[in-house]
């Protein structure tokens, strides 16, 4: 088995925070799709964020439920507490590079051109450097300067077209989701379990099964074995368990999954480790753009067709649509298909902070 990536991830958290607020309109920072993302790049053994946390008391909340340790920067003026944070932050990486040795892979998020001579250092020392920060907001000197970056908005589970609050301030938080969570962890007597069809469980696992497998064949060279989907399913979900879904183990899953044709099944190396792969399915995924295509033909007769609204509108014409078993991470990806196919084009409409889909010409 090859050796996993060992990560340590440092998040400059006002910088990302701030910078997803404003350009996407975000309330609280969701840090889930940031973890999803590392966890098919390999082990996160590391998680730091830097802030003064008065500022994001809810985030707080939500990043130390991820596990993330919260490094406290005190209350200064100006730019000497951006300073503090920033150097704090890099003098924590470069210590961590020389006294855990195991670490091959580090994470900045961050978009602030300051910590290039950062990155540059820890490549000098022969690590991995990976980027994350929020496009609008991303100094253009920092992302040629890593082995790889992540723009926050095209990672998947981010939604484009969720709209700004008005009036909203970076510091606001929704009281509703509070009282939420608030009810989530209170005791209580009674447990309501929810009522969920087969149907639902199988859509779930699905999905969970084939975004998985699709972010690995997009960050990994070699074949995709069984045993690494399920250790990066459970990077993802730590409490997933195959029993739940009635499956006695995980190769009995993926066999369900193969019968049914959702992925391919093929010997490797490694006795009862197979290779898992999505089938080749041409002819289908033909089907599927052409369904896309005349979808967005039909509804650009009543106006202009948005991204957010589309794929309802192709389930409604076919139910059992899904682009994930087709090996597209999400459906954004499956249109930047299209339009590489010359069958559809795109543009983001500022006002509505979402695409815009038509033909193409």
């Not at 990560?7 to 973890?35: H, K, S």
């Not at 590079?97 to 820890?122: A, M, N, Q």
């Not at 005791?187 to 469980?201: G, I, K, L, N, R």
């Not at 052409?290 to 650009?300: C, G, I, K, M, N």
């Amino acid at each position: 088995m090859d050796e996993e990536e060992r990560i340590a991830l440092f998040l400059d958290y006002e910088n990302l925070a701030i910078g997803g607020r404003e350009v996407l309109g975000a309330g609280t920072f969701d840090f889930r799709p940031i973890a999803d993302a590392l966890a098919e790049r390999g082990r996160v053994v590391v998680r730091r964020a830097y802030a003064d946390w008065s500022r994001f008391e809810e985030d707080r909340r939500v990043l130390t439920r991820h596990h993330v340790e919260l490094i406290e920067m005190p209350q200064r003026m100006g730019h000497m507490r951006k300073n503090a944070a920033d150097i704090k932050l890099a003098v924590d990486a470069i210590e961590l590079c020389f006294e855990r040795d195991y670490i091959t892979t580090f994470v900045i998020g961050t978009g602030d051109s300051d910590f290039t001579p950062l990155v540059h250092k820890l490549r000098e020392l022969n690590r991995r450097v990976i980027g994350i920060g929020v496009e609008a907001s991303t100094s253009a000197l920092l992302p040629p300067a890593c082995d790889e970056f992540l723009f926050y908005e095209r990672l998947e589970g981010i939604d484009l077209s969720a709209k700004p609050r008005r009036g909203s301030r970076s510091s606001g938080r929704s009281k509703a989701p509070a009282k939420a969570e608030a009810e989530a962890v209170a005791p209580s007597d009674t447990v309501v379990e929810p009522v969920v069809s087969p149907a639902t469980e199988e859509r779930d696992f699905d999905v969970l099964v084939t975004q998985t497998l699709s972010g690995l064949e997009r960050s990994t060279s070699g074949p995709v074995l069984a045993s690494m989907l399920k250790r990066t399913i459970l990077r993802k979900d730590p409490t997933f368990n195959e029993s739940n879904y009635g499956f006695r183990g995980f190769g009995e899953l993926i066999r369900h999954l193969a019968d049914r044709g959702v992925v391919e099944l093929a010997d490797s190396s490694a006795a009862g480790d197979p290779e898992v792969r999505f089938p080749a399915q041409a002819h289908d995924e033909d089907a599927a753009f052409e369904l896309l295509r005349s979808t967005v033909e039909r509804q650009a007769a009543k106006g202009p067709v948005y991204l957010s609204g589309l794929k309802s509108q192709l389930r409604k014409r076919e139910p059992d649509f899904s682009e994930k078993k087709f090996g597209y991470g999400g459906f954004l990806q499956f249109c930047k298909a299209a339009r590489t196919r010359g069958l559809i084009e795109m543009e983001l409409d500022d006002t509505a902070n979402d695409y815009v889909v038509r033909l193409a010409a």
